[in-house]
């Protein structure tokens, strides 16, 4: 159902408030440079620091923008099952195609406990499902087997898979369904994991070269397999400056450079350090963006 180069879209702030003119400027970018799907109020949109309003708000705005155009698969995933249940019943009725559902971060439930987590959100929303799985984040990993069990479910569509496991992520593939899709969450394992059977990748890159990214994954699931490898390898720098610092501190800021948001974040994020910053700009510059 969903596949290519999705972009995990910032959520950019001007005075402490949602910057919509930034915002839908963001959008309109993505798609003139051929994403192929857009994440509002994932990890990177900031989502956990977004009051309700704001992120009902993000997701209106993104459905409004994109007319249809591209996909648009809303993060409305919580530690609350109640509260996901809640944002997943808002995306459905703003018209997404699709949500996002983190795996509930910081109360560590059991393998069983998350099966019953998505199998509650699932009854409750009758809509197009994608697990994410990232435990450097949430402190919990989701097993192939528990994927398994909640692939046969049948709005549970796909998992981003963000572990850095490339054996999870083959397992996964192996023990789900054909039509089941497995999207890379992290940039610098898109190809391999593309090579393991996975659609596409949700990028935090595709924020800044949007068209770099979707260009590898559409080579690769176009059979240009030379062709995807050296597109890789072309984005290796970038892929890790967006990791100097936690994202999305690099990615907001490389945006800020480029002239597109204002350098902001919410607290606990911060401004990046002067000599990251200083080696972020100098990526940038190599890659022609500022």
Known sequence: MFSGAIVAIVTPFKDG????????????????????????????????TLSYEEHERVIDITVETVAGRVPVIAGTGSNSTDEAVKLTKHAKEAGVDGVLLITPYYNKPTQDGLVK?????????????????????????????????????????????????????????????????LLSGD?????????????????????????????????????????????????????SAMFIETNPIPVKTALSMMGKINEELRLPLCQMAGAN??????????????
């Open 17 to 48: 408030k949602l910057d919509e003119d930034a915002f839908r400027g963001l959008i309109e970018f993505q798609i003139e440079q051929g994403i192929a799907g857009i994440v509002p109020c994932g990890t990177t949109g900031e989502s956990a």
């Open 117 to 181: 987590h998505y199998e509650a959100i699932a009854k409750a929303c009758d809509i197009p499902q994608v697990l994410y799985n990232v435990p450097s984040r949430t402190g919990i990993n989701m097993t192939y087997e528990t994927v398994a069990t909640l692939a046969k479910i049948d709005v549970i569509v796909g998992i981003k898979e963000a572990s850095g496991n490339l054996v999870q992520c083959g397992r996964i593939i192996d023990n789900t369904p054909d039509d089941f899709v």
């Open 187 to 239: 940039d610098g394992l898109a190809l391999p994991i593309l090579s393991l059977g996975g659609k596409g990748v949700i990028s935090v890159t595709a924020n800044v070269l949007p068209s770099k990214v979707t260009q590898m994954v559409e080579s690769f699931l176009k059979g240009d397999v030379v062709g995807a490898r050296k597109l890789h390898y072309e984005l290796l720098e970038i892929n």
């Open 277 to 290: 910053k200083k080696k972020l700009f100098d990526v940038l510059k190599s890659y022609g963006l500022v």
